[in-house]
């Protein structure tokens, strides 16, 4: 419904700019990348805005041969790290974007 007095071609040329930013937004998470850590830095995780995992650096002391529980720990702890970056970091770029829409995005 077109509020009283509205301009289509206005709530359109609004409705393309919205689009416009929002996939430059988009594209800008895709491009942006978030590290997450865990064991003191031991192992550090890398992934983009979008949260998908590029990076994975484990270093020698964080190696126990017979303890690989851990280590597998620390991966999981250091990967949900920077999931939860990447996560505030498109809820920042994306968030007041969704406001103009009327409502949140799900993340």
Same mark, same amino acid.
């Given at each position: 419904? *077109?509020?009283?007095?509205?301009?289509?071609?206005?709530?359109?040329?609004? &409705? =393309? #700019?919205? =689009?416009? =930013? @929002?996939? #430059?937004?988009?594209?800008?998470? !895709?491009?942006?990348?978030?590290?997450?850590?865990?064991?003191?830095?031991?192992?550090?995780?890398?992934?983009?805005? &979008?949260?998908?995992?590029?990076? @994975?650096? *484990?270093?020698?002391?964080?190696?126990?041969?017979?303890?690989?529980?851990? @280590?597998?720990?620390?991966?999981? !702890?250091?990967?949900?790290?920077?999931?939860?970056? #990447?996560?505030?970091?498109? #809820?920042?770029?994306?968030?007041? @974007?969704?406001?103009?829409?009327?409502?949140?995005?799900?993340?």
């Amino acid at each position: 419904m *077109i509020p009283d007095g509205g301009d289509m071609s206005g709530l359109l040329a609004q &409705a =393309q #700019a919205m =689009q416009a =930013q @929002l996939m #430059a937004a988009q594209q800008e998470l !895709a491009d942006a990348t978030v590290e997450g850590t865990a064991g003191g830095d031991v192992v550090t995780a890398t992934v983009t805005g &979008a949260g998908e995992l590029v990076g @994975l650096v *484990i270093k020698p002391e964080a190696v126990d041969p017979d303890d690989t529980e851990t @280590l597998a720990d620390l991966v999981l !702890a250091a990967v949900r790290d920077a999931n939860t970056r #990447a996560q505030a970091l498109a #809820a920042a770029k994306l968030g007041p @974007l969704a406001g103009g829409l009327g409502g949140g995005l799900p993340f």
